[in-house]
């Protein structure tokens, strides 16, 4: 399959702050990907969709202006949290499909820690 | 109702039974069926893909949809310790947007 990479795996950073996290794909041009939040023992909760030289679509409930997501290039697509809050800790992770497949390859995830 | 329902256990099963996992669905739309294995703080990886109701196997994993009952189903044969991991339905229509099932935690007990 595919495969994505995400960094960091692993944040944890004071309430107020930004956090950023990328995924790539390492193996073939990603025109779109998806990013995902997952809080313990909950499934994936779709967050936005990202397309590659155009803005991110947002899902109902999830506010633009708080998670910036840029996709800059066929390879990398970057989501930021701005002015995070406890509340935002959680495992976030994108995927994307493989060129010309329909289905969808996830990375490693990220973990965030707020305090 | 949710458009995908999966109870997400936990299920404990003895190394070598069979485990079954099972999802059912509200929206006639999705015509594409996913499982995908999720271990620990780690990121889902896809297990079973399929798009016609019937059976799909793949070695120990067998993949069942039946489109007329909205239901879909992952049986693993033979089971390990490996296998033990959260296992996650998803099913989309003609776009790309997946939905996704509670997930499923399984534990095979050595």
């Known amino acids: 399959g595919a495969v994505v990479s995400q960094h960091p795996s692993r944040v944890i950073c004071k309430s107020g702050t930004s956090v950023k996290i990328e995924c790539r794909s390492l193996?073939?041009?990603?025109?779109?990907m998806f990013w995902y939040r997952q809080f313990p023992k909950q499934s994936l909760m779709l967050m936005a969709t990202s397309n590659e030289g155009s803005k991110a679509t947002y899902e109902q409930g999830v506010e633009k202006d708080k998670f910036l997501i840029n996709h800059a290039s066929l390879t990398l697509s970057t989501l930021t949290v701005t002015s995070a809050h406890p509340e935002d800790s959680s495992f976030y992770i994108c995927?994307?499909?493989?060129?010309?497949?329909?289905?969808?390859?996830f990375g490693p995830g990220t973990r965030l820690t707020v305090l | 109702q949710k458009e995908v329902e999966q109870d997400p256990g936990p299920l404990s099963v003895p190394e070598g039974a069979i485990v079954s996992l099972n999802c059912t669905y509200s929206?006639?739309?999705?015509?594409?069926f996913m499982w995908y294995r999720q271990y620990s703080r780690k990121g889902p990886e896809l297990l079973m893909y399929t798009y016609s109701s019937g059976n799909k196997e793949d070695g120990r994993f067998t993949a069942q949809v039946d489109k007329s009952s909205k239901y879909i189903s992952l049986f693993i044969r033979d089971s390990q310790p490996s296998d033990s991991a959260t296992y996650l339905c998803?099913?989309?229509?003609?776009?790309?947007?997946?939905?996704f099932g509670k997930g499923n935690q399984v534990v095979v007990i050595p």
């Open positions: 998803a099913m989309r229509s003609g776009n790309n947007r997946l939905a």
């Open positions: 995927s994307t499909n493989s060129g010309g497949t329909d289905t969808q390859y």
């Open positions: 929206n006639s739309a999705f015509q594409y």
């Open positions: 193996d073939f041009q990603a025109t779109t």
